[in-house]
T-cell receptor, first 114, second 114 residues
Framework: AQSVTQPDIHITVSEGASLELRCNYSYGATPYLFWYVQSPGQGLQLLLKYFSGDTLVQGIKGFEAEFKRSQSSFNLRKPSVHWSDAAEYFCAVGPNNAGNMLTFGGGTRLMVKP | DAGVTQSPTHLIKTRGQQVTLRCSPKSGHDTVSWYQQALGQGPQFIFQYYEEEERQRGNFPDRFSGHQFPNYSSELNVNALLLGDSALYLC?????????????FGNGTRLTVT
């Protein structure tokens, strides 16, 4: 069975500082990987996705993520955080051969200090 | 272009009652998936509907059932409500069920069971 672990429940960074959110997955083959963001009272918005090819993927809002097969990781990064980035971030894994239902991690809540 | 819309936004029910949640997919989408997001957790896959049939199902009891209509909209029904059913219920739509078909989420229905 596939699973996703986000080790950091809360992270606080200063505005303008760099950000890295960790994600580790368990899956028998190379999965499809996703990062979503959820603002309070909102649904989930897709930031970026990895299916195959270049292991560094670019997303919206200046985010990027790197797939590392050897570490079973798909960490999300941003070089300079803005106050509007404060939200909950979810990593998710989907099967690459059997539909598009996703398994989500528990999420990381990002707080941004002025 | 309307995105995924869900109704109602909030709902309060009593233990043992039944509830119906509704979802209209994004224009052009034909597949609807439902997720349950308990407080402080990531979303969990309930089931997916395509061509008016349940195609995939997560680890949820039979008290959770659904329906998809010819216009692709969908309902989620939960019978014999338990306190533990209190959660944000998210609907996601996609074009097809393929692994590479991204999910577009609505803002959810917040269900409180007292």
């Amino acid at each position: 069975a596939q699973s996703v672990t986000q080790p950091d429940i809360h992270i606080t960074v200063s505005e303008g500082a760099s950000l890295e959110l960790r994600c580790n997955y368990s899956y028998g083959a190379t999965p499809y990987l996703f990062w979503y963001v959820q603002s309070p009272g909102q649904g989930l918005q897709l930031l970026l996705k990895y299916f195959s090819g270049d292991t560094l993927v670019q997303g919206i809002k200046g985010f990027e993520a790197e797939f590392k097969r050897s570490q079973s990781s798909f960490n999300l990064r941003k070089p300079s955080v803005h106050w509007s980035d404060a939200a909950e971030y979810f990593c998710a894994v989907g099967p690459n051969n059997a539909g598009n239902m996703l398994t989500f991690g528990g999420g990381t809540r990002l707080m941004v200090k002025p | 272009d309307a995105g995924v819309t869900q109704s109602p936004t909030h709902l309060i029910k009593t233990r043992g009652q039944q509830v119906t949640l509704r979802c209209s997919p994004k224009s052009g989408h034909d597949t609807v998936s439902w997720y349950q997001q308990a407080l402080g957790q990531g979303p969990q896959f309930i089931f997916q509907y395509y061509e008016e049939e349940e195609r995939q199902r997560g680890n949820f009891p039979d008290r959770f059932s659904g329906h998809q209509f010819p216009n692709y909209s969908s309902e989620l029904n939960v019978n014999a409500l338990l306190l533990g059913d209190s959660a944000l219920y998210l609907c996601a739509s996609s074009l097809g069920t393929g692994a590479a078909s991204p999910l577009h989420f609505g803002n959810g229905t917040r269900l409180t069971v007292t």
